[in-house]
């Protein structure tokens, strides 16, 4: 069970992504899991993705056993937070930066290995993927997006300090929704496409590198 902003996509975005991965992969998923951080099963699960996490105010327990996940191996992705003011971005980096202390949250290069390790992301597909909230239907069924004035959509990620990369965050977009509504026809389809392209790649990464 849970409530509130953590939840947003919960459970037909977990249940779609999962879907796809098991259809384009040869990867098992299970069943997606919702839980804490500090829950005693996090470790059983190499990839985690957190939304909203321009708003979370993680305890010290919870900061430790984040940490301890992904100096272990674990692989994060933070998705769906916002603000041309930096407001929430400051929250996430200044949450970071207590995880993995010195470590830079740096844009992920387009040569960088999570960006080919299967499907090819190129220049054009680092652009605004839409929440259900960016779309506007027109009386003759068109569907326009609409991104929010002042933001600019990044695709950034952190290293463990051996290299490895260990945290996606994917900024002023919102790959959630476009799994969650990868079934509903006015959603863009090329959207829910790219944001499965995303997704894949982080999962192929996490479970290769």
Do not use: I, K
């Given at each position: 069970m849970g409530?509130?902003?953590?939840?947003?996509?919960?459970?037909?975005?977990?249940?779609?992504?999962?879907?796809?991965v098991q259809r384009l992969t040869r990867i098992d998923t299970g069943d997606p899991?919702?839980?804490r951080l500090t829950d005693q099963h996090l470790f059983d699960y190499p990839w985690i993705y957190c939304t909203q996490t321009g708003f979370w105010d993680l305890?010290?327990?919870e900061i430790a056993r984040l940490r301890e996940f992904l100096l272990r191996g674990g692989?994060?992705?933070?998705?769906?937070?916002?603000?041309p003011d930096r407001t929430q971005w400051n929250v996430f980096s200044s949450t970071m930066g207590r995880v993995l202390p010195g470590q830079p949250i740096a844009d992920i290069a387009l040569s960088d290995p999570v960006m080919h390790v299967l499907y090819d992301i190129e220049e054009k597909d680092l652009t605004f993927i839409p929440g259900s909230r960016h779309l506007r239907r027109g009386y003759d069924g068109s569907v326009t997006?609409?991104?929010?004035?002042?933001?600019q959509p990044a695709w950034r990620a952190m290293e463990d300090g051996k290299g490895h990369m260990v945290v996606a965050a994917n900024y002023n977009t919102d790959v959630g929704d476009a799994w969650e509504f990868a079934d509903v026809p006015y959603y863009p389809e090329k959207m829910?496409?790219?944001?499965?392209?995303y997704g894949i790649n982080y999962v192929v990464y996490a479970m290769t590198h």
């Open positions: 409530e509130g902003w953590w939840v947003v996509d919960w459970p037909a975005a977990d249940n779609h992504f999962t879907a796809g899991r919702h839980f305890s010290d327990l692989y994060l992705v933070t998705d769906d937070f916002w603000g997006v609409v991104q929010p004035a002042g933001t829910t496409a790219l944001a499965y392209r």
